[in-house]
């Protein structure tokens, strides 16, 4: 993992003074990193019987996609409104300026799916809790929630279930 972290760049005071932000896209052109991270995030849920990988919006498609890939599961976009192109299931939440929504297929989820819903980083948690809600909407058997990082000083485990698997490869 400092290998991954060597290639996450530090900007300081963005978006506001006095913020650090984690820049993942760094990681991301970094092809050892692209590969180190695909398998490390493959190596958690190799065994889990996972049928599908719920990536959110934007950089939650990189992680999910080469994580569905490499254990042989489904994609789904969890997407902002009027992205996607058929009938779809929302779910709104608080972020620090104002409300937001998430969505995704009606059908993209069936009960029989062992779901991951992946994100690039774990900060206050809004975006991801609102996006297990919806998945839990749609009654899959499991629903297990991933991150590449987790900026655990934000506090964002607080905002996911209590009784869910959360899992992030890297802890700030």
Known sequence: MEY????????YDFPKPGIIFRDLT?????????????WDLAQLYRDKGV??????????????????YEIGAGFVPARK??????????ASFEKEYGTDTIEIHRDAI??????????DLLATGGTMAACYELVKSMNPRKIYIN??????????RKNLPADADVRSLIVY
């Not at 599908?52 to 569905?68: D, N, T």
């Not at 409104?81 to 929302?90: R, Y």
Request: glycine share 10%; proline share 6%.
């Open 4 to 11: 991954i972290k060597s290639k996450i760049r530090d900007v």
């Open 26 to 38: 760094t990681m991301f052109k970094d092809p050892r990193a692209m590969h180190i991270v695909g």
């Open 51 to 68: 049928t599908k990988v719920v990536g959110i919006e934007s950089r939650g498609f990189i992680g999910g996609a080469i994580l569905a």
């Open 81 to 90: 409104p009027g992205k996607l192109p058929a009938d779809t299931v929302s």
């Open 110 to 119: 069936t009960p029989d799916d062992v779901v991951v819903l992946h994100d």
């Open 147 to 156: 991150f590449i990082v987790e900026l655990s000083a934000l506090n964002g």
